[in-house]
């Protein structure tokens, strides 16, 4: 479970929280190596739709760096 908040009070002093922004960066041997380890692993159930969505991804972002 998570709480989202629109601001918050630091202070005595309200700030606007906006979301976090992460930018990662892999090289195409990290990638290389989440795709290889997903390929050989088992997933059941709930997982299935999550990970091959995410190998989607992995793979675009594989595919760009090769050009």
Not at 5 to 34: A, M, R
């Amino acid at each position: 479970m998570g709480f989202n908040t629109k601001n918050i009070v630091v202070g005595g002093q309200t700030k606007k929280s906006d979301p976090p922004t992460i930018n990662i960066e892999l090289t195409d041997k990290e990638l290389q190596f989440l795709l290889v380890t997903i390929k050989n692993g088992l997933f059941k159930g709930e997982y299935v739709e999550t990970c091959y969505n995410t190998t989607l991804k992995l793979q675009k972002k594989f595919q760009e760096l090769n050009k």
